[in-house]
């Protein structure tokens, strides 16, 4: 799935580095725990998150994650959207729960990572 395409499911906006028309997600991945982003392969997956700060960015980059997701409503600043385009992260954010976010991802065709 195209990240332009995961935007319109959940009624996101794309923010930080400019979208890679080419890069096809495949699976997703939802937590808060930054320490359960480093335990596992990321290859296209797009992580959902409600963790709006500088060390979401450190940690998906340190992930070779291409593609976030954050939840709730949560605004990234300045600085988080920086780290973004200087790891080449698009960001997406969108008002609708983790929950919610999951479940659409999940009925539109998205793998769970494990």
Do not use: W
Not at 31 to 48: A, E, G, N, Q
């Amino acid at each position: 799935m195209k990240v332009k395409e995961i935007a319109k499911l959940v009624d996101g906006e794309i923010v930080g580095a400019p979208v890679d028309e080419t890069y096809e997600v495949k699976k997703a991945f939802a937590s808060d725990l930054m320490s359960d982003v480093l335990r596992f392969h990321m290859d296209d997956t797009v992580l959902i998150t409600g963790l709006c700060n500088n060390q979401t960015m450190r940690t998906s980059e340190m992930a070779d994650l291409r593609v976030v997701l954050i939840g709730r409503d949560k605004q990234p600043d300045e600085d988080m959207l920086e780290l973004a385009e200087d790891a080449d992260i698009t960001i997406i954010k969108s008002k609708y729960s983790i929950f919610k976010l999951s479940g659409i991802l999940y009925a539109a065709g998205l793998e769970p990572l494990y």
